[in-house]
């Protein structure tokens, strides 16, 4: 058979297999499974990498035969900007993003033209880089169909499985615990997607969240992968089907925005709001964060990195409850004044303060679990999920 891998070797050392693994265990253990299962291993979350790659060709492909069909039938266009006229001067300190009132006054003199006029050169310029109506809505549907086909598949595996019903079954006999296909499939698929995120921020439309939204990519593999390497799948796919969840609303509501639906828009923010409500306060605290704090103790025990993924998963639970609050004074605003009010979708957005035009509401959206991350969202913007 073939030895361990390199990452494998890396982590055998006994110093961090007390750290990642329980007492009773060791990484050549997990190795070498008994006749007929198999444990999850390091190397697996390597063929995440060149599916990755395949997720976001498929991506494409989604968008131009799938996406922009729906948007013409939907009257979405792409709309071509007007475009700024050419001037190195300005370009050059549009590009550097220090524009100031001094600046301005200095470029009057220099460029022998009046404030206004250069404030509006850059405003026209800004114009220019805004992602269309149109590719937000690709975006947006792509994520919705991602969304809704993992949850249903993560449904479908999890409903015939034992810790769906009871955690503490996601405890027995921790950390050998055979590697289900169901299992194998959602983590790849999440990760995969998850790296074709990050390859997407350097070719989508950069805009001012995009180092945020790395650092939150980047920390999402982190902890799908540790996860899986630590063999915690069945609290992990747990964690990852809850916050798909209300993802789903999210992206519907961003998708009934751009089609100008503005009834629906504010219907299903209310969902998303309800449904957040119930994942991320209700469920996840009391059925998940439970189970990985108090069953798991009672029933594997303590040991270092355990400490490290319920402090995760605590900080987690706080970011929820800060989200829900922003989300819920949207919501309500929603069903009271019949659409989200756009000085408060300000309050939370974290994309380009110019992107916030549309009449429907912003929101945060995911998170930092096990799958992932932490991330808002809003629905005249990019998702920042996960």
Request: with cysteine; proline share 5%; net charge positive.
């Amino acid at each position: 058979g073939r030895g361990p891998a390199p990452l494998t070797l890396w982590l055998s050392s006994s110093r961090k297999q007390q750290f990642w693994l329980p007492e009773n265990a060791t990484w050549a253990e997990l190795e070498h499974p008994p006749p007929g299962a198999e444990y999850p291993r390091v190397r697996h979350v390597l063929y995440a990498l060149p599916l990755s790659v395949g997720v976001f060709l498929l991506r494409l492909l989604f968008e131009r035969l799938v996406a922009k069909p729906c948007a013409h039938i939907l009257q979405i266009q792409a709309g071509v900007p007007r475009r700024a006229q050419p001037n190195a001067v300005l370009e050059r300190l549009y590009r550097s993003k220090t524009v100031n009132k001094a600046h301005l006054e200095g470029l009057s003199k220099q460029l022998d033209w009046d404030v206004r006029k250069i404030q509006r050169w850059f405003r026209i310029r800004r114009d220019q880089d805004r992602p269309s109506t149109q590719t937000k809505f690709c975006e947006s549907m792509w994520r919705f169909t991602f969304y809704l086909g993992i949850f249903i598949y993560a449904i479908c595996h999890l409903w015939v499985s034992p810790w769906m019903w009871d955690t503490r079954h996601c405890w027995y006999n921790y950390p050998f615990q055979p590697l289900s296909p169901g299992q194998y499939n959602h983590y790849v698929a999440e990760l995969a997607f998850y790296w074709s995120l990050m390859f997407s921020q350097f070719t989508d439309i950069k805009r001012k969240d995009f180092m945020i939204m790395l650092v939150h990519h980047l920390a999402t593999i982190i902890l799908i992968t540790f996860s899986y390497a630590n063999n915690m799948l069945r609290a992990g796919t747990l964690v990852m089907c809850v916050h798909d969840a209300s993802d789903i609303f999210l992206e519907a509501a961003k998708l009934a925005n751009y089609a100008k639906y503005q009834r629906l828009c504010d219907g299903l923010f209310v969902l998303f709001s309800m449904s957040f409500f119930v994942t991320r306060l209700v469920i996840y605290p009391f059925w998940i964060v439970r189970s990985v704090l108090i069953e798991s103790w009672e029933i594997a025990g303590p040991y270092q990195c355990w400490w490290l993924f319920n402090g995760l998963l605590l900080v987690l639970q706080t970011l929820h409850i800060i989200w829900f609050y922003l989300i819920a004074r949207i919501a309500i605003k929603a069903i009271f004044k019949g659409k989200v009010a756009k000085d408060d979708r300000s309050d939370i957005d974290s994309s380009s303060d110019e992107e916030i035009n549309s009449s429907c509401g912003k929101t945060p959206s995911q998170t930092l679990n096990t799958k992932g991350s932490s991330h808002t969202g809003n629905l005249n913007g990019e998702t920042h999920d996960h």
